[in-house]
């Protein structure tokens, strides 16, 4: 695994998001009002809607095909709906961002 | 023989040390101490006070000169350290006084951050870290002129409200959102910021400086978008960095501070390090308890007296020095499904509590207004207690611990006859139960019209309804009302009436004085609350992006792909061959797939990537279109027919007509979408007749419809009324669509609203009464000023740029290998 640079924390809108393109598709990275940031593929678990582009609220964000809510931590569904995305490690180091990314190497090991 | 103690800096946490020192080695050292500043210890916490004015320099002077005299201290005032030789074991000063040591103590503290900004050093700019910047900034402050304070933390806080105290026209800078965010969250920010707006000051926060202006002296601030702030003092109080040159220079560890290990000392086991230059276990320090702490650890060791103490991390609780504003905020407050919070919110008494809870613990709290509860919830905190028993009145504080859970109903029941219920009119208890007993009352309504009671302002509602439960039993059912959603109790209607009524003027207020049940809303409350504000305070309120949809934030419509379809604005559906034309090229440009004409008279361009957006729009406000609002809870088209410029059977000139309504309407906001129509004759081409609002031309003038619809609910449009000209057409038909504004639910189209209101009550209003017609009419005119702005082109010159472009893109290059 390999911690790749991906910005500063103050190019994503509080209860925002930005993505991030890697070998292993679009990567949605959040942040919250209270300035916690998260990352998930951006992809719902229903029919693939675009999660980066929700609504963000609390830890959660609703996505915006067709209102499921996501939690940022577990990348679960939330409420009544099943399903879940996966999440991927983050790091902040000061106002720097660095997402796990898991390379060829990891994936023979 | 002693030993010789050498101590680099006189701040409070050498002080303290020395108190502990002296308690359990009085004699062991030989003790000489260095201070740049020329002075003794002095509280530095109560720096704020002595600039207000509250408090004297006298007042706050820690250690007198007696006490280093009593102590056999040698304290060389003004003199700065700028060499230590490690190797000799010797320091020293500026003024040529070379003294060696045995053990030494680094406690240098910190320094002001300053922003590297043009102009940051001309006279004028001052940092808050001494008494020198005080005695500075108090010589400012006679001039009664304009003061700019950078930087809306702690420091930067106090420092405003002295000099606002001092007669100073004061405005602060917060690069942030909200003021204090490592401290507060936006909830409690939000409130902070009130309070210090109603003393005064000014608070301007997402302010970027871009420069200090002025010549020899600071005339004022430039912020990067372009505003002008003049000022003839600037305060820097942007943060702190550790003082740690000294130390490096001397070749010891450093990395943001001096590194020390928890026993306080520095990679030299003779020399140690103290207070805010230190740095222990990756972590720096600038309230007072953690340097406390470090003292005690450092004397412990130099004294010998406990060779095992260790510093320990503890989650400080901050407050804030500022008379009037009590704030208390301790731990880790960010939400999170793995946590709880509970919140406690009462707006008529200004007060704010969050506690935020894991597994039943106490992780993080945040008071605004009452902060008596500070220590008590620190402590549970830091005992890690469950608090799973007294859960339902944990968030009351202390004093509702230990009896039986509070029954809401119970509280209403003990009160005395004599106690107010409504603030805003004056009613007590006593009056309410009298008028529901011998009026016979029996609903909140009823209440309202005999007493007075939650008439005004509304917020004490509950209160009302319990009393009337009280009174009546069982036999007083409330009436249901629709909640918004589950972070409030309140319906669309009363939110509506309170924003206006309460003057709420930003999300924040609404949530805080509305008591929200969560911190930040839900993707149904936010785009509903921005909606209101911005359609209730033109001109006044930001509209706040991240609270709107997506397609409303970008501009475009999402797709089931994640792409966008983007139609431009045809006027009444009029279009042109270099219109045609320059759309022919977009499309072949950026390759898109679908090209479709849409129900409402334009072209619908599909499957564009969120990253081309700006460019299509580019090109497509080159040809002369503006953005179509496919997307917007807002006026979509006016659909015409060529009316009496072409037609055989034409009356008026609908085309022109319908132009004119969209030309004067286009950009408003409005809580559903809005389709409009005209038709030139009753054959009704353009299916007038099925319309949020349509007009039918006829011979004898214009007929106006409304309350249409054609959609999930299929629904032939009411008469709203007859008129002669088109002048008069046009002001009825912006009254109605101005009403509609102000009092529809968000997501409730016109024809919902006005079955809901009465047909006729619409008509009463914006057709037979002129005066309130007048008013609506002007209303959206004035909106319209901050409303008519090409979203477009905004975003083709710069705005939002993030929205349209990846963060970054990695790992891409090993993919490809």
């Not at chain 2, 990395?255 to 972590?283: H, K, W, Y």
């Not at chain 2, 206006?500 to 930040?520: D, F, G, H, N, P």
């Not at chain 2, 309130?772 to 008519?788: E, L």
Request: hydrophobic share 40%; aromatic share 8%; proline share 4%.
């Amino acid at each position: 695994m390999t911690w790749a640079f991906i910005g500063s924390i103050n190019d994503i809108p509080q209860r925002g998001a930005r993505c991030v393109e890697t070998p292993i598709g679009k990567i949605a990275v959040f942040r919250t009002a209270e300035d916690r940031v998260f990352a998930i593929e951006d992809h719902c678990p229903h029919k693939g809607g675009p999660l980066s582009q929700g609504i963000v609220h609390g830890a959660a964000v609703t996505c915006p095909l067709h209102n499921w809510v996501i939690s940022l931590e577990t990348g679960k569904a939330l409420g009544a709906d099943e399903g879940a995305v996966r999440t991927i490690p983050i790091r902040v180091d000061g106002d720097k961002l660095f997402i796990a990314l898991v390379t060829e190497a990891d994936r023979a090991a | 023989m002693t030993e010789k103690l050498v101590i680099i800096g006189n701040g409070m946490a050498p002080g303290r040390m020395l108190e502990h020192l002296f308690e359990t080695a009085a004699n062991r050292y030989e003790i000489t101490i260095f201070n740049a500043e020329p002075r003794v210890n002095y509280d530095r916490i109560m720096l704020s006070p002595v600039l207000s004015g509250e408090k004297s320099y006298e007042q706050i002077i820690i250690h007198g000169d007696g006490w280093y005299i009593k102590n056999g201290i040698t304290l060389y005032k003004g003199h700065k350290i700028v060499a230590i030789d490690r190797d000799a074991k010797t320091v020293a000063s500026d003024h040529g006084v070379v003294a060696p040591y045995d053990k030494l103590i680094i406690a240098t503290g910190s320094v002001p951050f300053i922003l590297p900004v043009p102009g940051n050093n001309l006279a004028g700019v001052l940092s808050y870290r001494d008494l020198d910047d005080v005695n500075a900034m108090l010589l400012a402050a006679q001039s009664r002129a304009k003061a700019v304070v950078i930087g809306g933390g702690l420091l930067g806080l106090e420092a405003a409200a002295g000099l606002e105290a001092r007669g100073m026209d004061v405005t602060v800078l917060h690069l942030m959102p909200t003021l204090m965010e490592r401290q507060l969250d936006p909830a409690a920010g939000h409130l902070l910021q009130r309070a210090i707006e109603d003393r005064g000051i000014k608070v301007i926060t997402k302010a970027n400086t871009k420069a200090i202006l002025g010549d020899k002296r600071v005339e004022g601030i430039e912020l990067a978008d372009g505003r002008v702030i003049p000022a003839t003092l600037v305060v820097m109080a942007a943060g702190i960095k550790p003082n740690a040159w000294l130390a490096k220079d001397a070749g010891l560890t450093t990395n943001r501070g001096i590194v020390v290990d928890a026993d306080m000392r520095t990679s030299d086991p003779d020399i140690f390090a103290l207070g805010e230059c230190a740095e222990v276990d990756g972590q720096v320090y600038g309230l007072v308890a953690p340097l406390y702490e470090m003292a005690r650890v450092a004397a412990a060791h130099l004294s010998g007296a406990d060779t095992s103490a260790a510093f320990v991390h503890n989650d400080t609780p901050t407050k804030l020095k500022v008379t009037g504003i009590d704030l208390f905020s301790l731990g880790d407050f960010a939400d999170g499904d793995d946590r709880q919070e509970i919140v406690l919110r009462d707006a008529a008494a200004g007060i704010y509590k969050r506690v935020v809870l894991k597994d039943n613990r106490i992780i993080g709290t945040v008071l605004y207004g009452e902060t008596g509860d500070g220590g008590w919830f620190n402590d549970l905190k830091k005992k890690q207690v469950n608090i799973t028993e007294m859960r339902d009145t944990l968030i009351f504080g202390q004093a509702y611990q230990g009896g039986t859970p509070l029954d809401p109903t119970a509280a209403v029941a003990a009160l005395p006859d004599d106690a107010e219920i409504c603030g805003c009119n004056g009613i007590c208890k006593g009056a309410i139960v009298n008028a529901i007993k011998q009026k016979g009352l029996t609903s909140l309504e009823e209440v309202r019209a005999h007493t007075k009671a939650s008439a005004s302002c509304g917020s004490c509602t509950g209160l009302v309804e319990q009393v009337l439960s009280l009174t009546l039993g069982g036999s007083y059912a409330p009436a249901a009302v629709q909640p918004m959603c589950g972070c409030t109790a309140l319906g669309h209607d009363d939110v509506r009436r309170l924003i206006k009524a309460k003057e709420l003027k930003s999300i924040y207020a609404v949530m805080q004085e509305l008591e929200w049940k969560t911190s930040c809303g839900c993707s149904k409350c936010r785009p509903a609350l921005n909606y209101y504000l911005v359609c209730d305070w033109p001109g006044e309120y930001a509209d706040d992006y991240q609270s709107r949809f997506i397609n409303e934030r970008v501009h475009a419509n999402i797709q089931k792909d994640g792409t966008y379809s983007v139609v431009p604005r045809m006027w009444g559906g009029m279009t042109s061959a270099n219109e045609l034309r320059a759309i022919a090229d977009v499309v072949d440009k950026f390759n898109i797939p679908a090209v479709k004409v849409t129900g409402g008279q334009r072209i619908d361009m599909l499957g564009i990537k969120k990253d081309d957006l700006p460019a299509v729009w580019a090109d497509l406000g080159k040809a002369g279109f503006v953005s179509g609002h496919a997307y917007a809870k807002g006026l979509r088209t006016v659909k015409t027919c060529v009316g009496s410029d072409w037609c055989r059977f034409g009356t008026q000139d609908s085309t022109g007509f319908g132009v004119r309504i969209e030309k004067f309407m286009w950009g408003s906001w409005t809580p559903a979408k809005v389709k409009m129509a005209v038709s030139g004759c009753p054959r009704n081409c353009a299916e007038a007749t099925c319309k949020d609002v349509g007009v039918i031309c006829v011979d004898s003038g214009y007929e106006i419809h409304f309350a249409g619809a054609a959609g999930l609910d299929i629904k032939g449009t009411e008469v709203l009324g007859l008129v002669k000209t088109e002048d008069e057409a046009l002001e009825v038909i912006v009254a109605l669509v101005q009403m509609y504004r102000e009092q529809a639910r968000y997501l409730e189209r016109i024809y919902k609203w006005a079955k809901r209101i009465t047909f006729d009550e619409v008509r009463r209003q914006v057709l037979n009464d002129a005066e309130k017609r007048k008013g609506y009419f002007d209303r959206f005119v004035y909106s319209q000023k901050f409303a008519q702005v090409d979203p477009w082109s905004e975003r083709v010159s710069g705005l939002h740029k993030h929205e349209f472009k990846p963060m970054a893109t990695v790992g891409m290059a090993e993919a490809a290998e």
